[in-house]
């Protein structure tokens, strides 16, 4: 309303101007055309007011344009959100990082889309800064981080090596003869990074049947595994994972005894449940770190469950992910198995948590659950260049770059508030 009296007021001017001054007509017909040119632009470009905004550009521009919190405020959840275009992509390439293992390495095994590395996490209260490789490193020099856990514990520390690559080229400094465990040395920062191996966390023997493996495990519940836990004393952060070992046929020992079992219907053994097993084996793994004397001032982050994505079947019977898209929120619930595994996580770390104050250990979650159950799209599916399982696809793993690089976001912003650190 204001443009159009401020476009009244001068024709008024003008006519005023014509009774007046016949003489000074072309002053008023040049002054006359510059307010209709003015008036014809509000016209065109602006925004119609009865057309129709889809909600997810809505909900897209309103993140754009709302004052938002920072992520270290205390009222902020930045694991709650949703997935917005970002054109700008990953910080790194599959060409950039000589480290991309190959059956993470999708474009380099044919995978043509694209758009999947071109989204970014955005939380619905504050906004997640993505990963500074420099300021991360400088938060972290002189220590030791370990990622404890499956081969996707593996494959969000392969992440953490090529985003860190961009500002140091790390050096390989031990690998054992099956490549489980690794450690990598950043000789600037004097950062040490590693992958301690472990299906279970406590330990796990598989039964040998007839001379073979049966793929059936003996899980001792109140035994850790000492392939990780022997080498945490002198380790200053720890990502704790596991999930996906225990979908399959276990027996629970506990005390030396068995005391249920994981997938089977055996009359004289109680199935306790996928999620019994799972949550007593992060129990045992975190009160082993809490009570080890040598672990002094130790911060441990527990990665919750990163889901998988098989459609139309499940790993072994056809089941694959060909999605080239996020989810958009709203369209998919937490729920399930997945809400099961992640609440049972978050418990137990949050049990640990309160007991650790005591002894000056640090324990908090690492969130992931949410925002990957949105990101059916990042896995390599058939892009894994697996020489010994043709035909299958990867539902579990996550193609670097991708979706799983967001994990290191997530774990940048945690140590920036725990050092105190402002994220804006």
């Given at each position: 309303?204001?443009?159009?009296?401020?476009?009244?007021?001068?024709?008024?001017?003008?006519?005023?101007?014509?009774?007046?001054?016949?003489?000074?007509?072309?002053?008023?017909?040049?002054?006359?055309?510059?307010?209709?040119?003015?008036?014809?632009?509000?016209?065109?470009?602006?925004?119609?007011?009865?057309?129709?905004?889809?909600?997810?550009?809505?909900?897209?521009?309103?993140?754009?344009?709302?004052?938002?919190?920072?992520?270290?405020?205390?009222?902020?959840?930045?694991?709650?959100?949703?997935?917005?275009?970002?054109?700008?992509?990953?910080?790194?390439?599959?060409?950039?990082?000589?480290?991309?293992?190959?059956?993470?390495?999708?474009?380099?095994?044919?995978?043509?889309?694209?758009?999947?590395?071109?989204?970014?996490?955005?939380?619905?209260?504050?906004?997640?800064?993505?990963?500074?490789?420099?300021?991360?490193l400088r938060i972290v020099r002189g220590k030791k981080m370990a990622f404890i856990g499956d081969s996707v514990a593996r494959n969000h520390m392969e992440s953490l090596v090529c985003l860190l690559s961009k500002e140091e080229i790390p050096t390989d400094i031990y690998k054992d003869s099956e490549d489980r465990f690794r450690t990598w040395h950043f000789p600037y920062y004097n950062f040490t990074l590693m992958i301690l191996w472990t299906r279970f966390l406590v330990t796990g023997e598989e039964r040998i049947i007839n001379g073979s493996k049966s793929g059936v495990?003996?899980?001792?519940?109140?035994?850790?595994?000492?392939?990780?836990?022997?080498?945490?004393?002198?380790?200053?952060?720890?990502?704790?994972?596991?999930?996906?070992?225990?979908?399959?046929?276990?027996?629970?020992?506990?005390?030396?005894?068995?005391?249920?079992?994981?997938?089977?219907?055996?009359?004289?053994?109680?199935?306790?449940?996928?999620?019994?097993?799972?949550?007593?084996?992060?129990?045992?793994?975190?009160?082993?770190?809490?009570?080890?004397k040598e672990c002094k001032g130790i911060m441990t982050f527990l990665r919750t469950f990163s889901p998988a994505h098989f459609e139309h079947g499940t790993w072994d019977t056809g089941g694959s992910c060909n999605r080239t898209g996020p989810v958009r929120k709203g369209e998919i619930q937490l729920e399930g198995i997945e809400l099961e595994l992640r609440n049972i996580q978050v418990e137990e770390i949050e049990r640990e948590r309160k007991k650790g104050k005591k002894g000056g250990k640090r324990f908090q979650a690492l969130d992931v659950t949410r925002a990957m159950l949105m990101r059916p799209d990042g896995h390599p599916g058939a892009y894994w260049d697996n020489k010994w399982m043709k035909g299958y696809n990867d539902c579990v793993h996550w193609c670097l770059p991708g979706p799983i690089d967001v994990w290191n976001d997530f774990l940048m912003a945690m140590l920036r508030k725990e050092a105190g650190l402002s994220l804006d």
């Amino acid at each position: 309303m204001k443009s159009f009296h401020l476009f009244s007021d001068m024709l008024h001017c003008c006519k005023k101007e014509r009774w007046l001054n016949p003489g000074r007509m072309a002053p008023i017909l040049l002054c006359s055309l510059f307010v209709t040119s003015i008036f014809s632009f509000f016209i065109l470009y602006s925004p119609n007011p009865f057309q129709a905004t889809p909600k997810q550009d809505l909900d897209q521009k309103n993140a754009m344009i709302q004052p938002q919190k920072a992520a270290d405020d205390e009222n902020c959840d930045v694991f709650k959100g949703y997935w917005v275009p970002d054109l700008n992509g990953s910080l790194y390439t599959n060409l950039s990082c000589a480290t991309i293992p190959e059956s993470k390495n999708c474009f380099k095994n044919g995978r043509k889309d694209k758009d999947f590395v071109n989204w970014r996490w955005k939380p619905d209260e504050c906004d997640l800064p993505k990963f500074d490789p420099k300021t991360f490193l400088r938060i972290v020099r002189g220590k030791k981080m370990a990622f404890i856990g499956d081969s996707v514990a593996r494959n969000h520390m392969e992440s953490l090596v090529c985003l860190l690559s961009k500002e140091e080229i790390p050096t390989d400094i031990y690998k054992d003869s099956e490549d489980r465990f690794r450690t990598w040395h950043f000789p600037y920062y004097n950062f040490t990074l590693m992958i301690l191996w472990t299906r279970f966390l406590v330990t796990g023997e598989e039964r040998i049947i007839n001379g073979s493996k049966s793929g059936v495990f003996d899980l001792h519940l109140d035994k850790v595994d000492n392939e990780w836990s022997q080498k945490i004393s002198d380790i200053d952060y720890a990502i704790i994972s596991d999930a996906h070992w225990f979908f399959r046929k276990l027996y629970l020992h506990e005390g030396g005894d068995i005391t249920g079992c994981v997938y089977c219907s055996e009359p004289n053994v109680t199935d306790r449940g996928l999620g019994y097993a799972i949550r007593m084996s992060f129990r045992t793994a975190l009160d082993h770190i809490n009570k080890c004397k040598e672990c002094k001032g130790i911060m441990t982050f527990l990665r919750t469950f990163s889901p998988a994505h098989f459609e139309h079947g499940t790993w072994d019977t056809g089941g694959s992910c060909n999605r080239t898209g996020p989810v958009r929120k709203g369209e998919i619930q937490l729920e399930g198995i997945e809400l099961e595994l992640r609440n049972i996580q978050v418990e137990e770390i949050e049990r640990e948590r309160k007991k650790g104050k005591k002894g000056g250990k640090r324990f908090q979650a690492l969130d992931v659950t949410r925002a990957m159950l949105m990101r059916p799209d990042g896995h390599p599916g058939a892009y894994w260049d697996n020489k010994w399982m043709k035909g299958y696809n990867d539902c579990v793993h996550w193609c670097l770059p991708g979706p799983i690089d967001v994990w290191n976001d997530f774990l940048m912003a945690m140590l920036r508030k725990e050092a105190g650190l402002s994220l804006d």
